[in-house]
């Protein structure tokens, strides 16, 4: 068995006082060597104050190939393991927040990027039909994104004000492919799954939004309701969003 080494990252003055938020973290060799985890841990370390030590397996924190999808790199999508106690959590925190994926983006080998936290481009996208189910595409579409988007008359008060109405995304000559891909498209990955499709929801994390879960047949009735919209009369070109 191999010796299981200790890294000290970082030796917080707080962490005399934070010590119950100190974790292990164990990931797979290929990605300590790339220097990753060197890079991100000691920025992490030192905005919490939290001590990170490094063992060879089965870390309080996981970074491998199960939890919520975190980054692509090396030619595969690296996940972070469900994480239970202050500390582990903080980190999941961190790591997706804008600061997190900063820093996730900013490592370079030979000043060359080498991982990106914009895992949508991991997404295949399937073909989507249009013979789904209108009327239920319709209470779908209200109750998913009608918290946001007015769907049509019977939400019109409850649509948030920046986001364009179904009726106006139906006058995009390419609706049908933005609707269909919806989930990778800004700001729709943050909170948005579909199932079997995008990979699973971090559901470690208290998502900031509710989150919207649809299977891809919800989709399809969406798609099918959305089509039997008519595009919204604005009298004048409209505007790309
Ligand atoms: C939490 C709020 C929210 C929810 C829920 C939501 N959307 Fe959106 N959506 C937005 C915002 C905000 C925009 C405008 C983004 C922009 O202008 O960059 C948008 C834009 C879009 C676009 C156009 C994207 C583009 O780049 O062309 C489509 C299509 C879309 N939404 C479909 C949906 C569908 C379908 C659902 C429900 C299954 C949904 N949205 C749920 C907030 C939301």
Redesign the pocket.
Known sequence: MKFAYVLVLMIWPMSLFAQDRDFTLSAPQELWDTGLLKHILPRFSLKHGVRITQVDQNGDVVIGDEGAPAFSGLGKLWHLSEAEGEGPVLFAQWLFSDIGKRTVNGFKLDGEPVFTTDISVAVEIPDMAFDGDPIAGES??LE??????VVNETNRMKG?G???S?GV?RT?ED?DA??A???V????PS??QVTDITPAFRSNLPPA??P?E?TQDE?ED?LAY?ATIAPADLGAPPQ??
């Open positions: 779908l579409s998913h994104c009608g918290r946001c988007h948030m920046q986001t364009p179904f995304m995009f609706w933005r609707f891909t919806f989930y498209l800004n700001p729709h909170f948005s939004i509710v919207l649809i989709l969406i959305v790309s969003q």
